[in-house]
């Protein structure tokens, strides 16, 4: 390409299939770096995952079979790719507070064991604790053998924060501009949270915990999941590079 910076990366995009180039520093796990639809590597990352986890290959959305038979439910996914992946296969994008509803943590009965995937990026650090129930509600809506592709930020070495691990009946108020968050513990103590994190997004934005790659595994072994593995490898033809090996993407299945 005329007028390329000759140390950029040039790649084709995943989501949108838009050959489109981006210097390595700026392909970083949530900067928009496809000049077509604006996808983070975290997006391509969830999208290569997915293909290679249900066709065994990295494809572009657009070039996915057309699989309407193949049940993937997403927890609040990115719109950039939910609407393509629902042009391929039986694809629900589900919410907290709107339709179609999920609540990861108590998922109605009718969705288990039904899923052939199902797809959570940076939504398992927002979930009310405990959470562990989200990740044995994980597994339980996949069928056996079933695909989780699952992200969350979580650090390399450090240990698991649970920010509010006596949550019960809380809310969220303002003081003096800014949000404070009060909660009211299961034996009736009353606290007071100031410092609160959110991140961008609808629904649970609020950051509950930061995991560590010790507790995320953990957490992934506990509910019984199998052949779990992160994902640090890079896929510089899709534009999908880590300059860390913490808050990659996480595979994991449903054992058989
Ligand atoms: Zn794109």
């Given at each position: 390409m005329l007028g390329q910076?000759?140390?950029?990366?040039?790649?084709?995009?995943n989501l949108c299939g838009a050959l489109t180039s981006a210097l390595p520093a700026q392909l970083t796990r949530e900067g928009a770096s496809c000049g077509g639809c604006g996808s983070s590597v975290r997006q391509r990352a969830v999208v290569r995952?997915?293909?290679?986890?249900?066709?065994?290959?990295?494809?572009?959305?657009?070039?996915?079979?057309l699989r309407p038979d193949l049940t993937v439910l997403d927890l609040s996914g990115a719109e950039i790719y939910a609407r393509r992946l629902a042009g391929k296969l039986g694809y629900v994008n589900t919410f907290l507070h709107r339709e179609p509803r999920l609540d990861i943590a108590a998922p109605d009965p009718s969705w288990l064991g039904r899923c052939d995937a199902l797809v959570s990026s940076d939504v398992f650090e927002h979930v009310a604790p405990p959470v562990a129930a989200a990740f044995t509600s994980a597994l339980r809506l996949l069928r056996p053998g079933g695909l989780l592709v699952l992200t969350v930020p979580f650090t390399r070495d450090g240990p698991h924060a649970e920010h509010f691990p006596e949550l019960h009946d809380f809310r969220i108020a303002e003081e003096d501009g800014r949000r404070v968050l009060f909660n009211r513990t299961a034996d009736g103590r009353r606290q007071r949270f100031g410092d609160l994190v959110f991140h961008g997004g609808e629904g649970r934005t609020l950051e509950m915990r930061v995991f560590s790659r010790a507790s995320l595994l953990a957490h992934l072994a506990e509910a019984g999941f199998a052949e779990t593995a992160l994902h640090p490898e890079p896929?510089?033809?899709?534009?999908?590079?880590?300059?860390?090996?913490?808050?990659?993407?996480?595979?994991?299945?449903?054992?058989?």
């Open positions: 910076d000759p140390h950029s990366l040039a790649f084709r995009c995952l997915l293909s290679l986890g249900l066709f065994g290959e990295s494809l572009a959305i657009g070039d996915f079979p896929e510089p033809r899709s534009g999908i590079l880590w300059h860390h090996d913490w808050s990659v993407p996480a595979t994991a299945r449903r054992p058989l």
